[in-house]
Nanobody, 119 residues
Framework: EVQLQASGGGLVQPGGSLTLSCAASGFRFDDYAIGWFRQAPGKEREGVSCISSKGYSTYYADSVKGRFTISRDNANNTVYLRMNVLKPEDTAVYYC????????????WGQGTQVTVSS
């Protein structure tokens, strides 16, 4: 019933762009903050970006600040991560996470989408 689906990954050259999507169903989407996380081989999973349930507040890791933009369309239960000026170090599996603003024990993870930045 609860579904989070990350999509949009692929292979791009350094300096290129990709837009990731996180599509949700089965819960009240506008009660949930949505975060993007990534994990590269040999590295810990790290937070990339987060947007509050109503879209009024955003967070970006220093490593992506100025290059990535998170947004959400609550009418369509979708969050986007626009990634510009991609670097090889952005290569990772990207995951989206939904966490209830009011009851944070309601915490859902989607399957990841692979982003590879290489020439």
């Amino acid at each position: 019933e609860v579904q989070l689906q990350a999509s949009g990954g692929g292979l791009v050259q350094p300096g290129g762009s990709l837009t990731l999507s996180c599509a949700a169903s089965g819960f009240r989407f506008d009660d949930y903050a949505i975060g993007w996380f990534r994990q590269a081989p040999g590295k810990e999973r790290e937070g990339v970006s987060c947007i509050s349930s109503k879209g009024y507040s955003t967070y970006y890791a220093d490593s992506v600040k100025g290059r990535f933009t998170i947004s959400r369309d609550n009418a369509n239960n979708t969050v986007y991560l626009r990634m510009n000026v991609l670097k090889p170090e952005d290569t990772a599996v990207y995951y989206c996470r939904a966490r209830n603003t009011y009851y944070q024990e309601y915490d859902y993870w989607g399957q990841g989408t692979q982003v590879t930045v290489s020439s």
